[in-house]
């Protein structure tokens, strides 16, 4: 701590947005100084977002309700402060880069605020670099911000909070689309930044991750109240593991003193595969106004049966691959066949009649008036039956669990329910083949549990291919692993065989969590790789 002036003061803090009757918050106290960091968790809803909008301002400027209670910034009350002063004392990374980035060019991107300042251009260049080289970034300078990964995006996102140099930061969910590497490389920057005296507020639902760098103090939310406030180790007895992913061990000793859960299992199984309905042969890929060349000699087969998890850094090419099969690119060389037809010869109308894509990014598939109306219009495009296309819009609502949101406008929710709809649309139009991009980016765990299972228990999909950064997601929901490094395959097997290798995992940027290092220690015995909760009763004494 470098000050004993609280950075944040949060008395009797209480706020209802005005298009709803309950609080979304209730009577919130807390403290952080400067050089400390708070990692904030909780599920989806419990109040976190509502209170880093309450710090920077955005309640009650831009979200109207009513607020009760005091909010102080280093001693003065945040409602005293210019939205000028506020910039350059709080700093917020919001849960979407999509939203935060709005220039052609990263360089640019990262001097927007700081032009806003209207500081010298020397000294905009300066820190921009500056930032750049802290984050280890430097090769993005020149990149064109539509051309970047959706974690390439959250990172360069970090850099324009971290060059307007704020006394407070608040990151919304930082590491949702960071790769394993890259999210260790940034909490570490994070509890850095903390130690040269920043007050830190992260809101994080890789829980397990966070904890890894010490945060000074954790809160735990539910229902917009503080359960816990204290000391790393007081949450893990605290927090409920069915909604907070907690450390694999932690859970295993927990999950341990409750019944054996049953899970139904997945419609994908090892050894039990149909018809190819998908393959890359020798597929290379690169846009036409750029030399450098995206994917490279791509070959793999999509089969009925199939449950692929597509793992890899930042960059390595994994959406521009998806993006191949339901033809929105077209290969440079090679062939790519959907059902046996090659891509060059068929159009994305015929194909999303078999294949149904959920985006990375939810904006870029949301449009309709409202959640119902978002659903119906893959089916009505086509043409299902009335009834059918209501059962399968009933059932996508509620295997997401939005069913009360079903006439709401899917643009006024937030970034993790916006996700949830996206995901709801493609699930409606019933296709054969279902590809998920980043799935589970903004769930908590007990949402991302919950979709994936009705997602993959629900006979009528012939395979899935999700694209994720969450190796816990892979190795549970899994039958196969896709590793792309580069632009290239580095590894095509079953789950097991492929996450046995640590070294090959680490030099595509995926590192080993505590549930892998529990499975690959338990293996031997229970010859899968299992949830923690069920580790907790098929071994001994765990």
């Not at 209501?390 to 996508?396: G, P, V």
């Amino acid at each position: 701590m470098t000050d004993t002036q609280p950075a944040i003061s949060i008395r009797d803090l209480t706020f209802t947005y005005r298009i709803r009757e309950e609080p979304a918050i209730h009577n919130i106290n807390l403290e952080l100084h400067p050089g400390e960091l708070m990692l904030m968790v909780g599920a989806s809803g419990s109040g976190k977002s509502t209170i880093m909008r309450a710090i920077n301002g955005l309640i009650p400027r831009t979200y109207r309700g009513t607020m009760e209670g005091s909010i102080n910034l280093f001693g003065k009350d945040v409602n005293e402060h210019s939205m000028a002063e506020l910039s350059q004392t709080v700093g917020t990374l919001l849960q979407d880069p999509e939203r935060q980035i709005v220039t052609s060019k990263v360089l640019n991107e990262v001097a927007f605020g700081l032009e806003n300042l209207a500081l010298p251009r020397e000294e905009i260049l300066q820190r921009v670099d500056e930032t750049l080289g802290y984050l280890n970034i430097m090769k993005l300078r020149e990149r064109e911000t539509f051309r970047l990964s959706g974690g390439e995006k959250q990172i360069v996102g970090v850099a324009g909070v971290l060059a307007m140099r704020p006394r407070i930061l608040l990151l919304d969910e930082p590491l949702a689309s960071l790769d394993p590497a890259s999210a260790h490389e940034s909490l570490r920057i994070f509890r850095e930044l903390a130690n040269q005296g920043i007050a830190v507020l992260l809101v994080e639902h890789r829980v397990d991750d966070a904890l890894a760098i010490d945060p000074d103090t954790v809160v735990y939310l539910e229902n917009g109240r503080i359960v816990y406030s204290g000391s790393p180790d007081g949450l893990m007895q605290t927090a409920d593991f069915h909604r907070v992913k907690l450390p694999a061990s932690v859970v295993m000793q927990r999950a341990k003193a409750e019944p054996e859960p049953v899970y139904k299992p997945a419609v994908g199984q090892v050894g039990h595969l149909g018809e190819e309905l998908v393959r890359f042969q020798n597929v290379g890929f690169r846009y036409s106004n750029d030399t450098s060349t995206i994917l490279h000699d791509i070959n793999f087969s999509v089969r009925q049966g199939d449950i692929i998890a597509l793992l890899g850094p930042n960059g390595a090419g994994k959406t521009t691959l998806v993006k191949h099969v339901l033809g929105l690119l077209k290969p440079t060389s090679g062939e790519v066949r959907l059902e046996g037809v090659a891509s060059k010869d068929s159009t994305v109308a015929t194909a999303a009649k078999t294949v149904g894509y959920v985006f990375q990014n939810p904006s870029q598939m949301l449009f309709a008036p409202s959640v119902q109306e978002e659903l119906a219009y893959g089916p009505t495009n086509l043409r299902h039956d009335k009834a059918t296309m209501e059962k399968n819009i009933r059932w996508a609502l509620e295997t997401i669990h939005m069913s009360e949101y079903r006439d709401s406008p899917p643009l006024a929710l937030s970034y993790g329910q916006q996700k949830r709809v996206s995901i709801a649309s493609i699930l409606a139009m019933r296709s054969r083949i279902l590809m998920m991009d980043e799935p589970t980016a903004g769930q908590d765990y007990w949402n991302y549990r919950s979709f994936m299972d009705g997602i993959l228990q629900m006979p009528g999909f012939d395979a899935v291919l999700f694209i994720t950064h969450d190796l816990d997601l892979a190795l549970t929901y899994a039958t196969r692993i896709l590793l792309l490094s580069n632009g290239r395959l580095a590894a095509d097997g079953p789950t097991a065989d492929v996450l046995q290798d640590e070294e090959l995992l680490r030099s595509c940027r995926v590192l080993p969590t505590s549930l892998l290092r529990l499975n690959l220690q338990h293996l031997p015995t229970t010859g899968r790789f299992m949830r923690a909760e069920q580790l907790a009763h098929a071994v001994p004494n765990p």
